[in-house]
């Protein structure tokens, strides 16, 4: 195995988060192979289908995506990772602000700040939150966890609502079996805490399943774009 995410920078990860990434990765493994998911919404003309379970250890929901993107697979997941990431505010209707904060090259690890726009998920105060990622490369499988943390410099404040991305959320990419050069597979697995009082999470559920139905068709309609100026520059 090795490690997915290209990173710049000199400074190397405290031991402690190296360790946090090790219980995501095996929380995400766990995520992927449990057998209690709910069907939430399936939209076989779009390619997409969500379903949902209530997680004992972390009290909360996870919400299970699976999705297809025509594009070839490791051309998406560098894209992914060197561009889009960065960019997400311009093509994410729910996110206002999107900051990669930090980057790690001997751990491989990425540090990232995102703010929610009010009326993203119905809510009406600012949400926003940080969390870490790291990827992993096996074989033709490209996965990438995330989970929160606390970071000098981006402590909670006043104006917004500090959310939590529970450990156990992240995404895998592989080639379609059937069309290997010209579709991915993605399965996304999310669970987001962003603190809404008074309502049961059980509630939020749906509106959750609509929001990863959102944000897949707005990546798809941007990578659209970044394929088409990727085969004009080859060819020339």
């Known amino acids: 195995m090795r490690i997915l995410l290209s990173l710049t920078g000199p400074q190397l990860m405290d031991e402690k988060y190296k360790h946090e990434g090790e219980r995501a990765q095996e929380k995400f493994r766990f995520n992927l192979e449990r057998k209690d998911w709910v069907l939430e919404k399936d939209c076989p003309e779009e390619g997409i289908t969500i379903k949902s379970a209530y997680d004992k250890e972390t009290k909360d929901y996870f919400l299970y995506t699976v999705a297809t993107m025509d594009f070839e697979s490791e051309w998406l997941n560098q894209d992914l990772l060197e561009h889009t990431l960065d960019v997400t505010a ?46 992993r490369i096996e074989g033709d499988r490209r996965s990438s966890v995330m989970f929160s943390t606390e970071w000098p410099g981006l402590e909670p404040t006043k104006k917004m609502v500090r959310g939590t991305v529970n450990k156990g959320s992240g995404l895998v990419l592989f080639p379609d079996p059937e069309r290997r050069s010209t579709r991915t597979l993605m399965h996304w697995m999310a669970s987001t805490d962003m603190k809404i009082p008074f309502l049961p999470k059980g509630i939020l559920v749906p509106v959750y399943a609509m929001a990863c139905r959102q944000y897949i ?20």
Do not use: N
């Not at 602000?97 to 980057?103: C, L």
């Not at 751990?107 to 809510?123: C, P, S, W």
């Open 217 to 236: 068709l707005d990546l798809r309609r941007y990578q659209v774009t970044r394929w088409m100026e990727h085969l004009d520059a080859l060819r020339g």
């Open 90 to 135: 311009e093509w994410s209707s729910d996110c206002k602000d999107f900051t990669v904060v930090q980057r790690w090259p001997a751990d491989l690890f990425v540090l990232a700040h995102q703010v929610f726009e009010k009326r993203a998920l119905g809510i009406s105060a600012t949400r926003d939150v940080v969390y870490l990622m790291q990827g």
